[in-house]
């Protein structure tokens, strides 16, 4: 990467730039998206749909944010734009995918 330093800035050129984004571009390819999330009320639980396949099922008491809320609360539990994290208007909280993973 060429980068010249003005003033204390650095500048890139453009070439720069345009690999920068198509590496991001390529990265956004696989990267692991939530596709689809629901509250399971029965198990008490966030079940998640990954791009993977593969399904999360995380106990709600082990969510922080969701973990203290009403049950009624989290049936209105939507995926952020990105698919990287959940939310829920009524609880006013949510969760980044990498907390349900660890």
Do not use: C
Not at 26 to 37: G, L, P, S
Not at 86 to 98: F, P
């Amino acid at each position: 990467m060429t980068t010249m330093k003005s003033k204390g800035r650095v500048l890139t050129n453009p070439a720069d730039m345009h690999r920068a984004a198509r590496a991001a571009e390529e990265r956004e390819k696989t990267a692991t998206k939530i596709r689809a999330a629901r509250y399971d009320s029965t198990g008490d639980a966030v079940v998640v749909d990954l791009s993977t396949g593969a399904t999360l099922i995380v106990p709600r008491r082990l969510i922080a944010g969701f973990s203290n809320a009403p049950l009624h609360a989290l049936s209105d539990i939507q995926i952020n734009p990105g698919g990287e994290s959940l939310w829920s208007d009524a609880v006013d909280d949510g969760v980044l995918l990498e907390q349900l993973l660890e």
